[in-house]
């Protein structure tokens, strides 16, 4: 056993988790544990850019990224943390660059912007130039450049460090983690006036997802067993570009730099649903075109798949803007994009829910918003909610910098005013029991049936177009996986380096996600976002303007609503 | 189609030397080497240990020698390999167990050229301009995904503990030759030392073992001349 005290720990070295640890390195005692060793994280496999209205190639306006903002996540989203997004994108994404992020230039020396779905100048009015990109490998610089700082910085890192479990005092507040530290076996409690949550999402409960092997939900999964509401989890984003049966994502930037997608018949569908955005309308809607056209026949070769279209483009900009992502065809498939469609289908892509927070980052346990001390959380992890039922392209990554920078600086505040709250009686009690389980079962269900069958079942009925029968048969399924899971064994007994015990663990993590999402789903009867159900195909304000809050209890699952804040926008027809 | 994984296995709770074992599995042409891994841990043998994340290239976990090559697992595909595949863990950096080896002294080569932009001058409002032709000097570095294939391709890092290595020279070559920066003159001098530059005998395994197409070797070229004639 190992026990360290810090200020604060933060859990999750990716773009939130970093943004967050460089406000307060140097200024108070910190740990970052992750996982993986940070430049591993999924932020590096972010694509197509990071908007932020700096109208460096055609007139822009933080209110009109905004109103993209509110109106792409179908109103659910709380607008006044939509103006925080919106506004302080610009200021992140000029520190971004004076860290020394690699941005592509205009030939004035500027950041260069290009096109997103979703994202118009003038309120709606036709596509504007608002992604500050690198290549199609924006995300990639911007885990390496927060890195970099992080060693500029000194930040302490826990590389390899596997969160276990969230620490809370009797009377509620937060006081730290455990973790194992993979190479040893060794667990760790790691004592703390405040935690940071930056774990990811979970895109790996369903069978297609762009989503890392490691984006299992941990970090959402841990605190819900504890009793803190998840927010949302029904809003779950289909990307429609994922390479065809592998999942691996084709950034919207191929779209946004003129990329077309062709039926089975060789026809641009888009602009037959979204007249004026065409293939750069919102993902939720683009993803529900594909569907459309397959159920009807026209998918390739009578096949779940459409074509993504490159080939009128000029391989100059193919080269100099899409290079990766290009590559990712040649070597998955055998295709070349400068003269050959490529096969695509929708993929499982960003957790719109999460946990619950305010625009400091402080986790929030009820629908008046009553804020867990010392519980921060920020990036696909959490739920603020700027995303509402469907998340903009880019503006994942404006989120991490944006909302990572505001929790690390109040929990640079909060730390300085608290003192350090007792741990609870024996803290790796309940992490230890579960590893012992694990560990010394011999015999029993097998961790990759379970999750397969889970994968299957999630992307089979609660993936994209959603109904009841199929939701209430998900939720039996789940119930039954979960059933099994708790007489899982593994074939690794070892301390050292274990990742057969870890990806049981992880599994367990997923099942609580997926539980949450058909929760969700069941509960909310109408369309919206991300969201479609084919029983309630119409959005439905009167009864549906709110957020859902999830709480997990010994008595079973519990659900509330929570108003949504709307300041200017009022709620309209979603219409492209 | 079927095929033989032939895997270098160490474990160090039970085993005092690694030894080879072999698994016969059934794959797709199409299908990584990652996927066969999956496929064996998931179905044999759950103790086979490697490190593995983004399943498609760019997050540098699951490099190791693939049949003799440093590669990453998530990259290749079977259907590149023939019907046996010999997997090993990168030369050069002691052994955890099976493939995973220890990264402590990758990283710590790395961290010691000083990998962060350095420029004390505040800007003024807005970004620090670059134009595109400065851009696109250090724009081939900016790729590296820190997987450490070609570090431990090198023969030479092999035998000298004490060489900082190809990444770390790469990760040097972003910095000197990005226009915003005012480090170079500190990193030339980390580098102009016998763990530097110096102890590459321009050999190109490195420039072989990038998955990411960096030309790794001409970065280094690039390094040594900026030592030599003091120009950037
Ligand atoms: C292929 C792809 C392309 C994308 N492109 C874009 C884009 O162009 N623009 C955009 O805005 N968004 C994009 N997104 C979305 C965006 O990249 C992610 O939402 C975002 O990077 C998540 O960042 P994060 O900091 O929240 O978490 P991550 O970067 O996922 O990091 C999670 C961290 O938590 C750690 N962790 C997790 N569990 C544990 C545990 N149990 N113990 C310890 N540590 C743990 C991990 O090690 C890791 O360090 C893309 C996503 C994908 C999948
Ligand atoms: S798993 Fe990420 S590079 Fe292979």
Redesign the interface.
């Known amino acids: 056993m190992a026990y360290h005290r810090f200020d604060a720990v933060i859990v999750g070295a990716g773009g939130a988790g970093l943004m967050a640890a460089i406000q307060l390195a140097g200024k108070a005692n910190i740990a970052v544990v992750s996982k ?2 940070p ?4 932020t ?2 972010a694509q197509g850019g990071i908007s932020a209205a700096l109208g460096n190639t055609e007139e822009d306006h933080w209110q009109w990224h905004m109103f993209d903002t509110v109106k792409g996540g179908d109103y659910l989203v709380d607008q006044d943390a939509a103006a925080v997004l919106s506004r302080e994108a610009i200021d992140a994404v ?1 520190e971004l ?4 992020l ?10 260069d912007q290009r096109r997103f779905g979703g994202h118009t100048r003038n309120y709606g009015e036709g596509p504007v130039r608002r992604a500050c990109f ?1 290549a199609d ?1 924006t995300g ?2 911007i885990i ?2 927060l890195y ?2 992080g ?2 910085h000194n930040v302490n890192f826990f590389d390899e460090h596997h969160m276990l479990d969230i620490l809370f005092t009797e009377d509620g507040q937060c006081c730290g983690v455990v973790t194992l530290e993979i ?1 040893t076996g060794e667990i760790h409690t790691i004592h703390a006036k405040a935690v940071l949550i930056a774990s990811g999402g979970f895109g790996r409960v369903f069978k297609i997802t762009s989503n ?3 984006g299992t939900g941990d970090g959402v999964a841990l605190p819900y067993r504890r009793g803190v509401p998840l927010m949302d989890m029904e809003f779950y984003q289909f990307h429609p570009t994922g390479i065809y049966k ?1 999942g ?1 994502l084709l950034s919207e930037a191929a779209r946004g730099e003129g990329g077309i997608l062709r039926n089975g018949n060789g026809e641009a569908f888009a602009e037959r649903y979204a007249p004026t955005l065409k293939d750069l309308a919102p993902r939720d809607m683009v993803s529900r075109f594909i569907y459309q056209e397959v159920k009807e026949g026209r998918g390739v070769e009578g096949k779940d798949y459409v074509h993504l279209d490159l080939t009128h483009l000029s391989p100059e900009v193919i080269d100099a803007k899409l290079p ?1 992502i290009t590559d ?1 065809a040649r ?4 295709v070349e994009p400068k003269t050959e469609l490529v096969p695509i289908q929708p993929t499982a892509h960003y957790a719109m829910g999460g946990l619950p927070t305010d625009v400091e980052g402080r986790v929030i346990r009820d629908p008046q918003s009553t804020v867990i001390p010392g519980f921060y959380s920020a990036g696909e992890a959490a739920c603020v909610s700027v995303h509402g039922a469907n998340r903009l392209g880019t503006n994942s990554l404006v989120d991490l910098v944006v909302f990572g920078r505001r929790a690390g600086r109040h929990m640079l505040q909060f730390i300085s005013e608290a003192t350090l709250p007792p741990l609870p009686r024996d803290p790796e009690f309940t992490a230890r029991g579960e590893l012992a389980n694990l560990l010394e079962r011999t015999n029993g269900e ?3 049936d379970i999750r397969r069958e889970m994968q299957a079942v999630m992307m089979d009925k609660v993936s994209v177009v959603r109904e009841s029968q199929g939701l209430r048969e998900a939720r039996e399924s789940i119930s039954q996986l979960r059933q099994a899971y708790r007489h899982v064994a ?3 007994h ?7 015990l870890l990806e049981a663990h992880e599994l367990g993590c997923m099942l609580d996600c997926a539980e949450a999402i058909v929760e969700g789903a069941l509960a909310r009867e109408e369309s919206r976002g991300a969201h479609y159900r084919d029983d309630f195909q119409k959005r439905d304000d009167a009864n549906w303007l709110a957020h859902t809050l999830i709480y997990k209890s010994s008595g079973g699952l519990r659900m509330e609503k929570k108003p949504v804040t709307i300041t200017e926008f009022e709620p309209k027809e979603r219409k492209y | 189609m079927e095929v033989t994984l032939r895997i270098k296995r160490y ?4 085993d005092v030397k690694p030894h080879f074992e072999e698994y016969a599995v059934n794959v797709e042409p ?1 299908d ?1 080497v990652l996927d066969a891994l999956n496929e064996i ?3 044999h ?3 086979l ?2 490190r ?10 699951d490099a190791m020698r693939i049949n003799g090559r440093n590669r990453l697992a998530c ?1 290749i ?1 079977m259907r590149e390999l023939g019907k046996k595949i010999t997997l090993e863990p990168l030369i050069g950096f002691k052994v ?2 099976d493939l ?1 080896v ?2 402590d002294q990758f ?1 710590a080569s790395y ?1 010691s050229v ?4 350095i ?1 004390e001058d505040a ?1 003024s409002a ?7 032709e400065d ?1 696109e000097r ?2 081939d570095t ?5 997987c450490a294939a070609c570090t431990t391709a090198c023969p030479i890092t092999w035998t000298s503990e004490e060489f900082v290595g190809p990444a770390a020279i790469v990760n040097a070559h972003r ?1 000197i030759f ?1 226009s ?2 005012q480090g170079t003159a500190d990193r030339l001098r980390i580098l102009n030392t016998r763990s530097g530059v110096w102890r590459c005998r321009t050999i190109f395994n490195c420039t072989d073992a990038c998955p990411r197409g960096i030309e790794v070797t001409r970065a280094i070229e690039q390094v040594k001349r900026a030592l030599l004639y003091e120009q950037i």
Not at chain 1, 39 to 42: A, D, G, L, M, N
Not at chain 1, 331 to 334: A, F, S
Not at chain 2, 52 to 61: I, P, T, Y
Not at chain 2, 114 to 117: A, S
Request: include cysteine.
């Open positions: 993986l060793y430049p591993r994280s999924h590096g496999a000029l660059e004076h860290m020394g690699p941005f592509n230039r205009t030939p004035e020396g500027r950041i690198a490998r990639h610089m390496q450049t970099q700082q060693i500029k190479k890392a092997m490691a592998l691996i990766d990712f070597t998955y498939l055998g097998n961790v990759a593994i074939d690794d070892g301390t050292q380096f274990n990742t057969d | 474990n160090p709770d039970s199409t990584r841990k998931w179905h043998d759950g103790t240990t490697y593995r994340s983004c399943a498609h290239g760019v997050c540098g976990s990259k595909l955890i167990k995973v220890d990264m990283f961290k000083k990998p962060y932009l420029a800007p807005g970004e620090r301009l670059q134009s595109p851009r250090y724009d900016t790729k590296c995904i820190l910095f990005d915003r920066d």
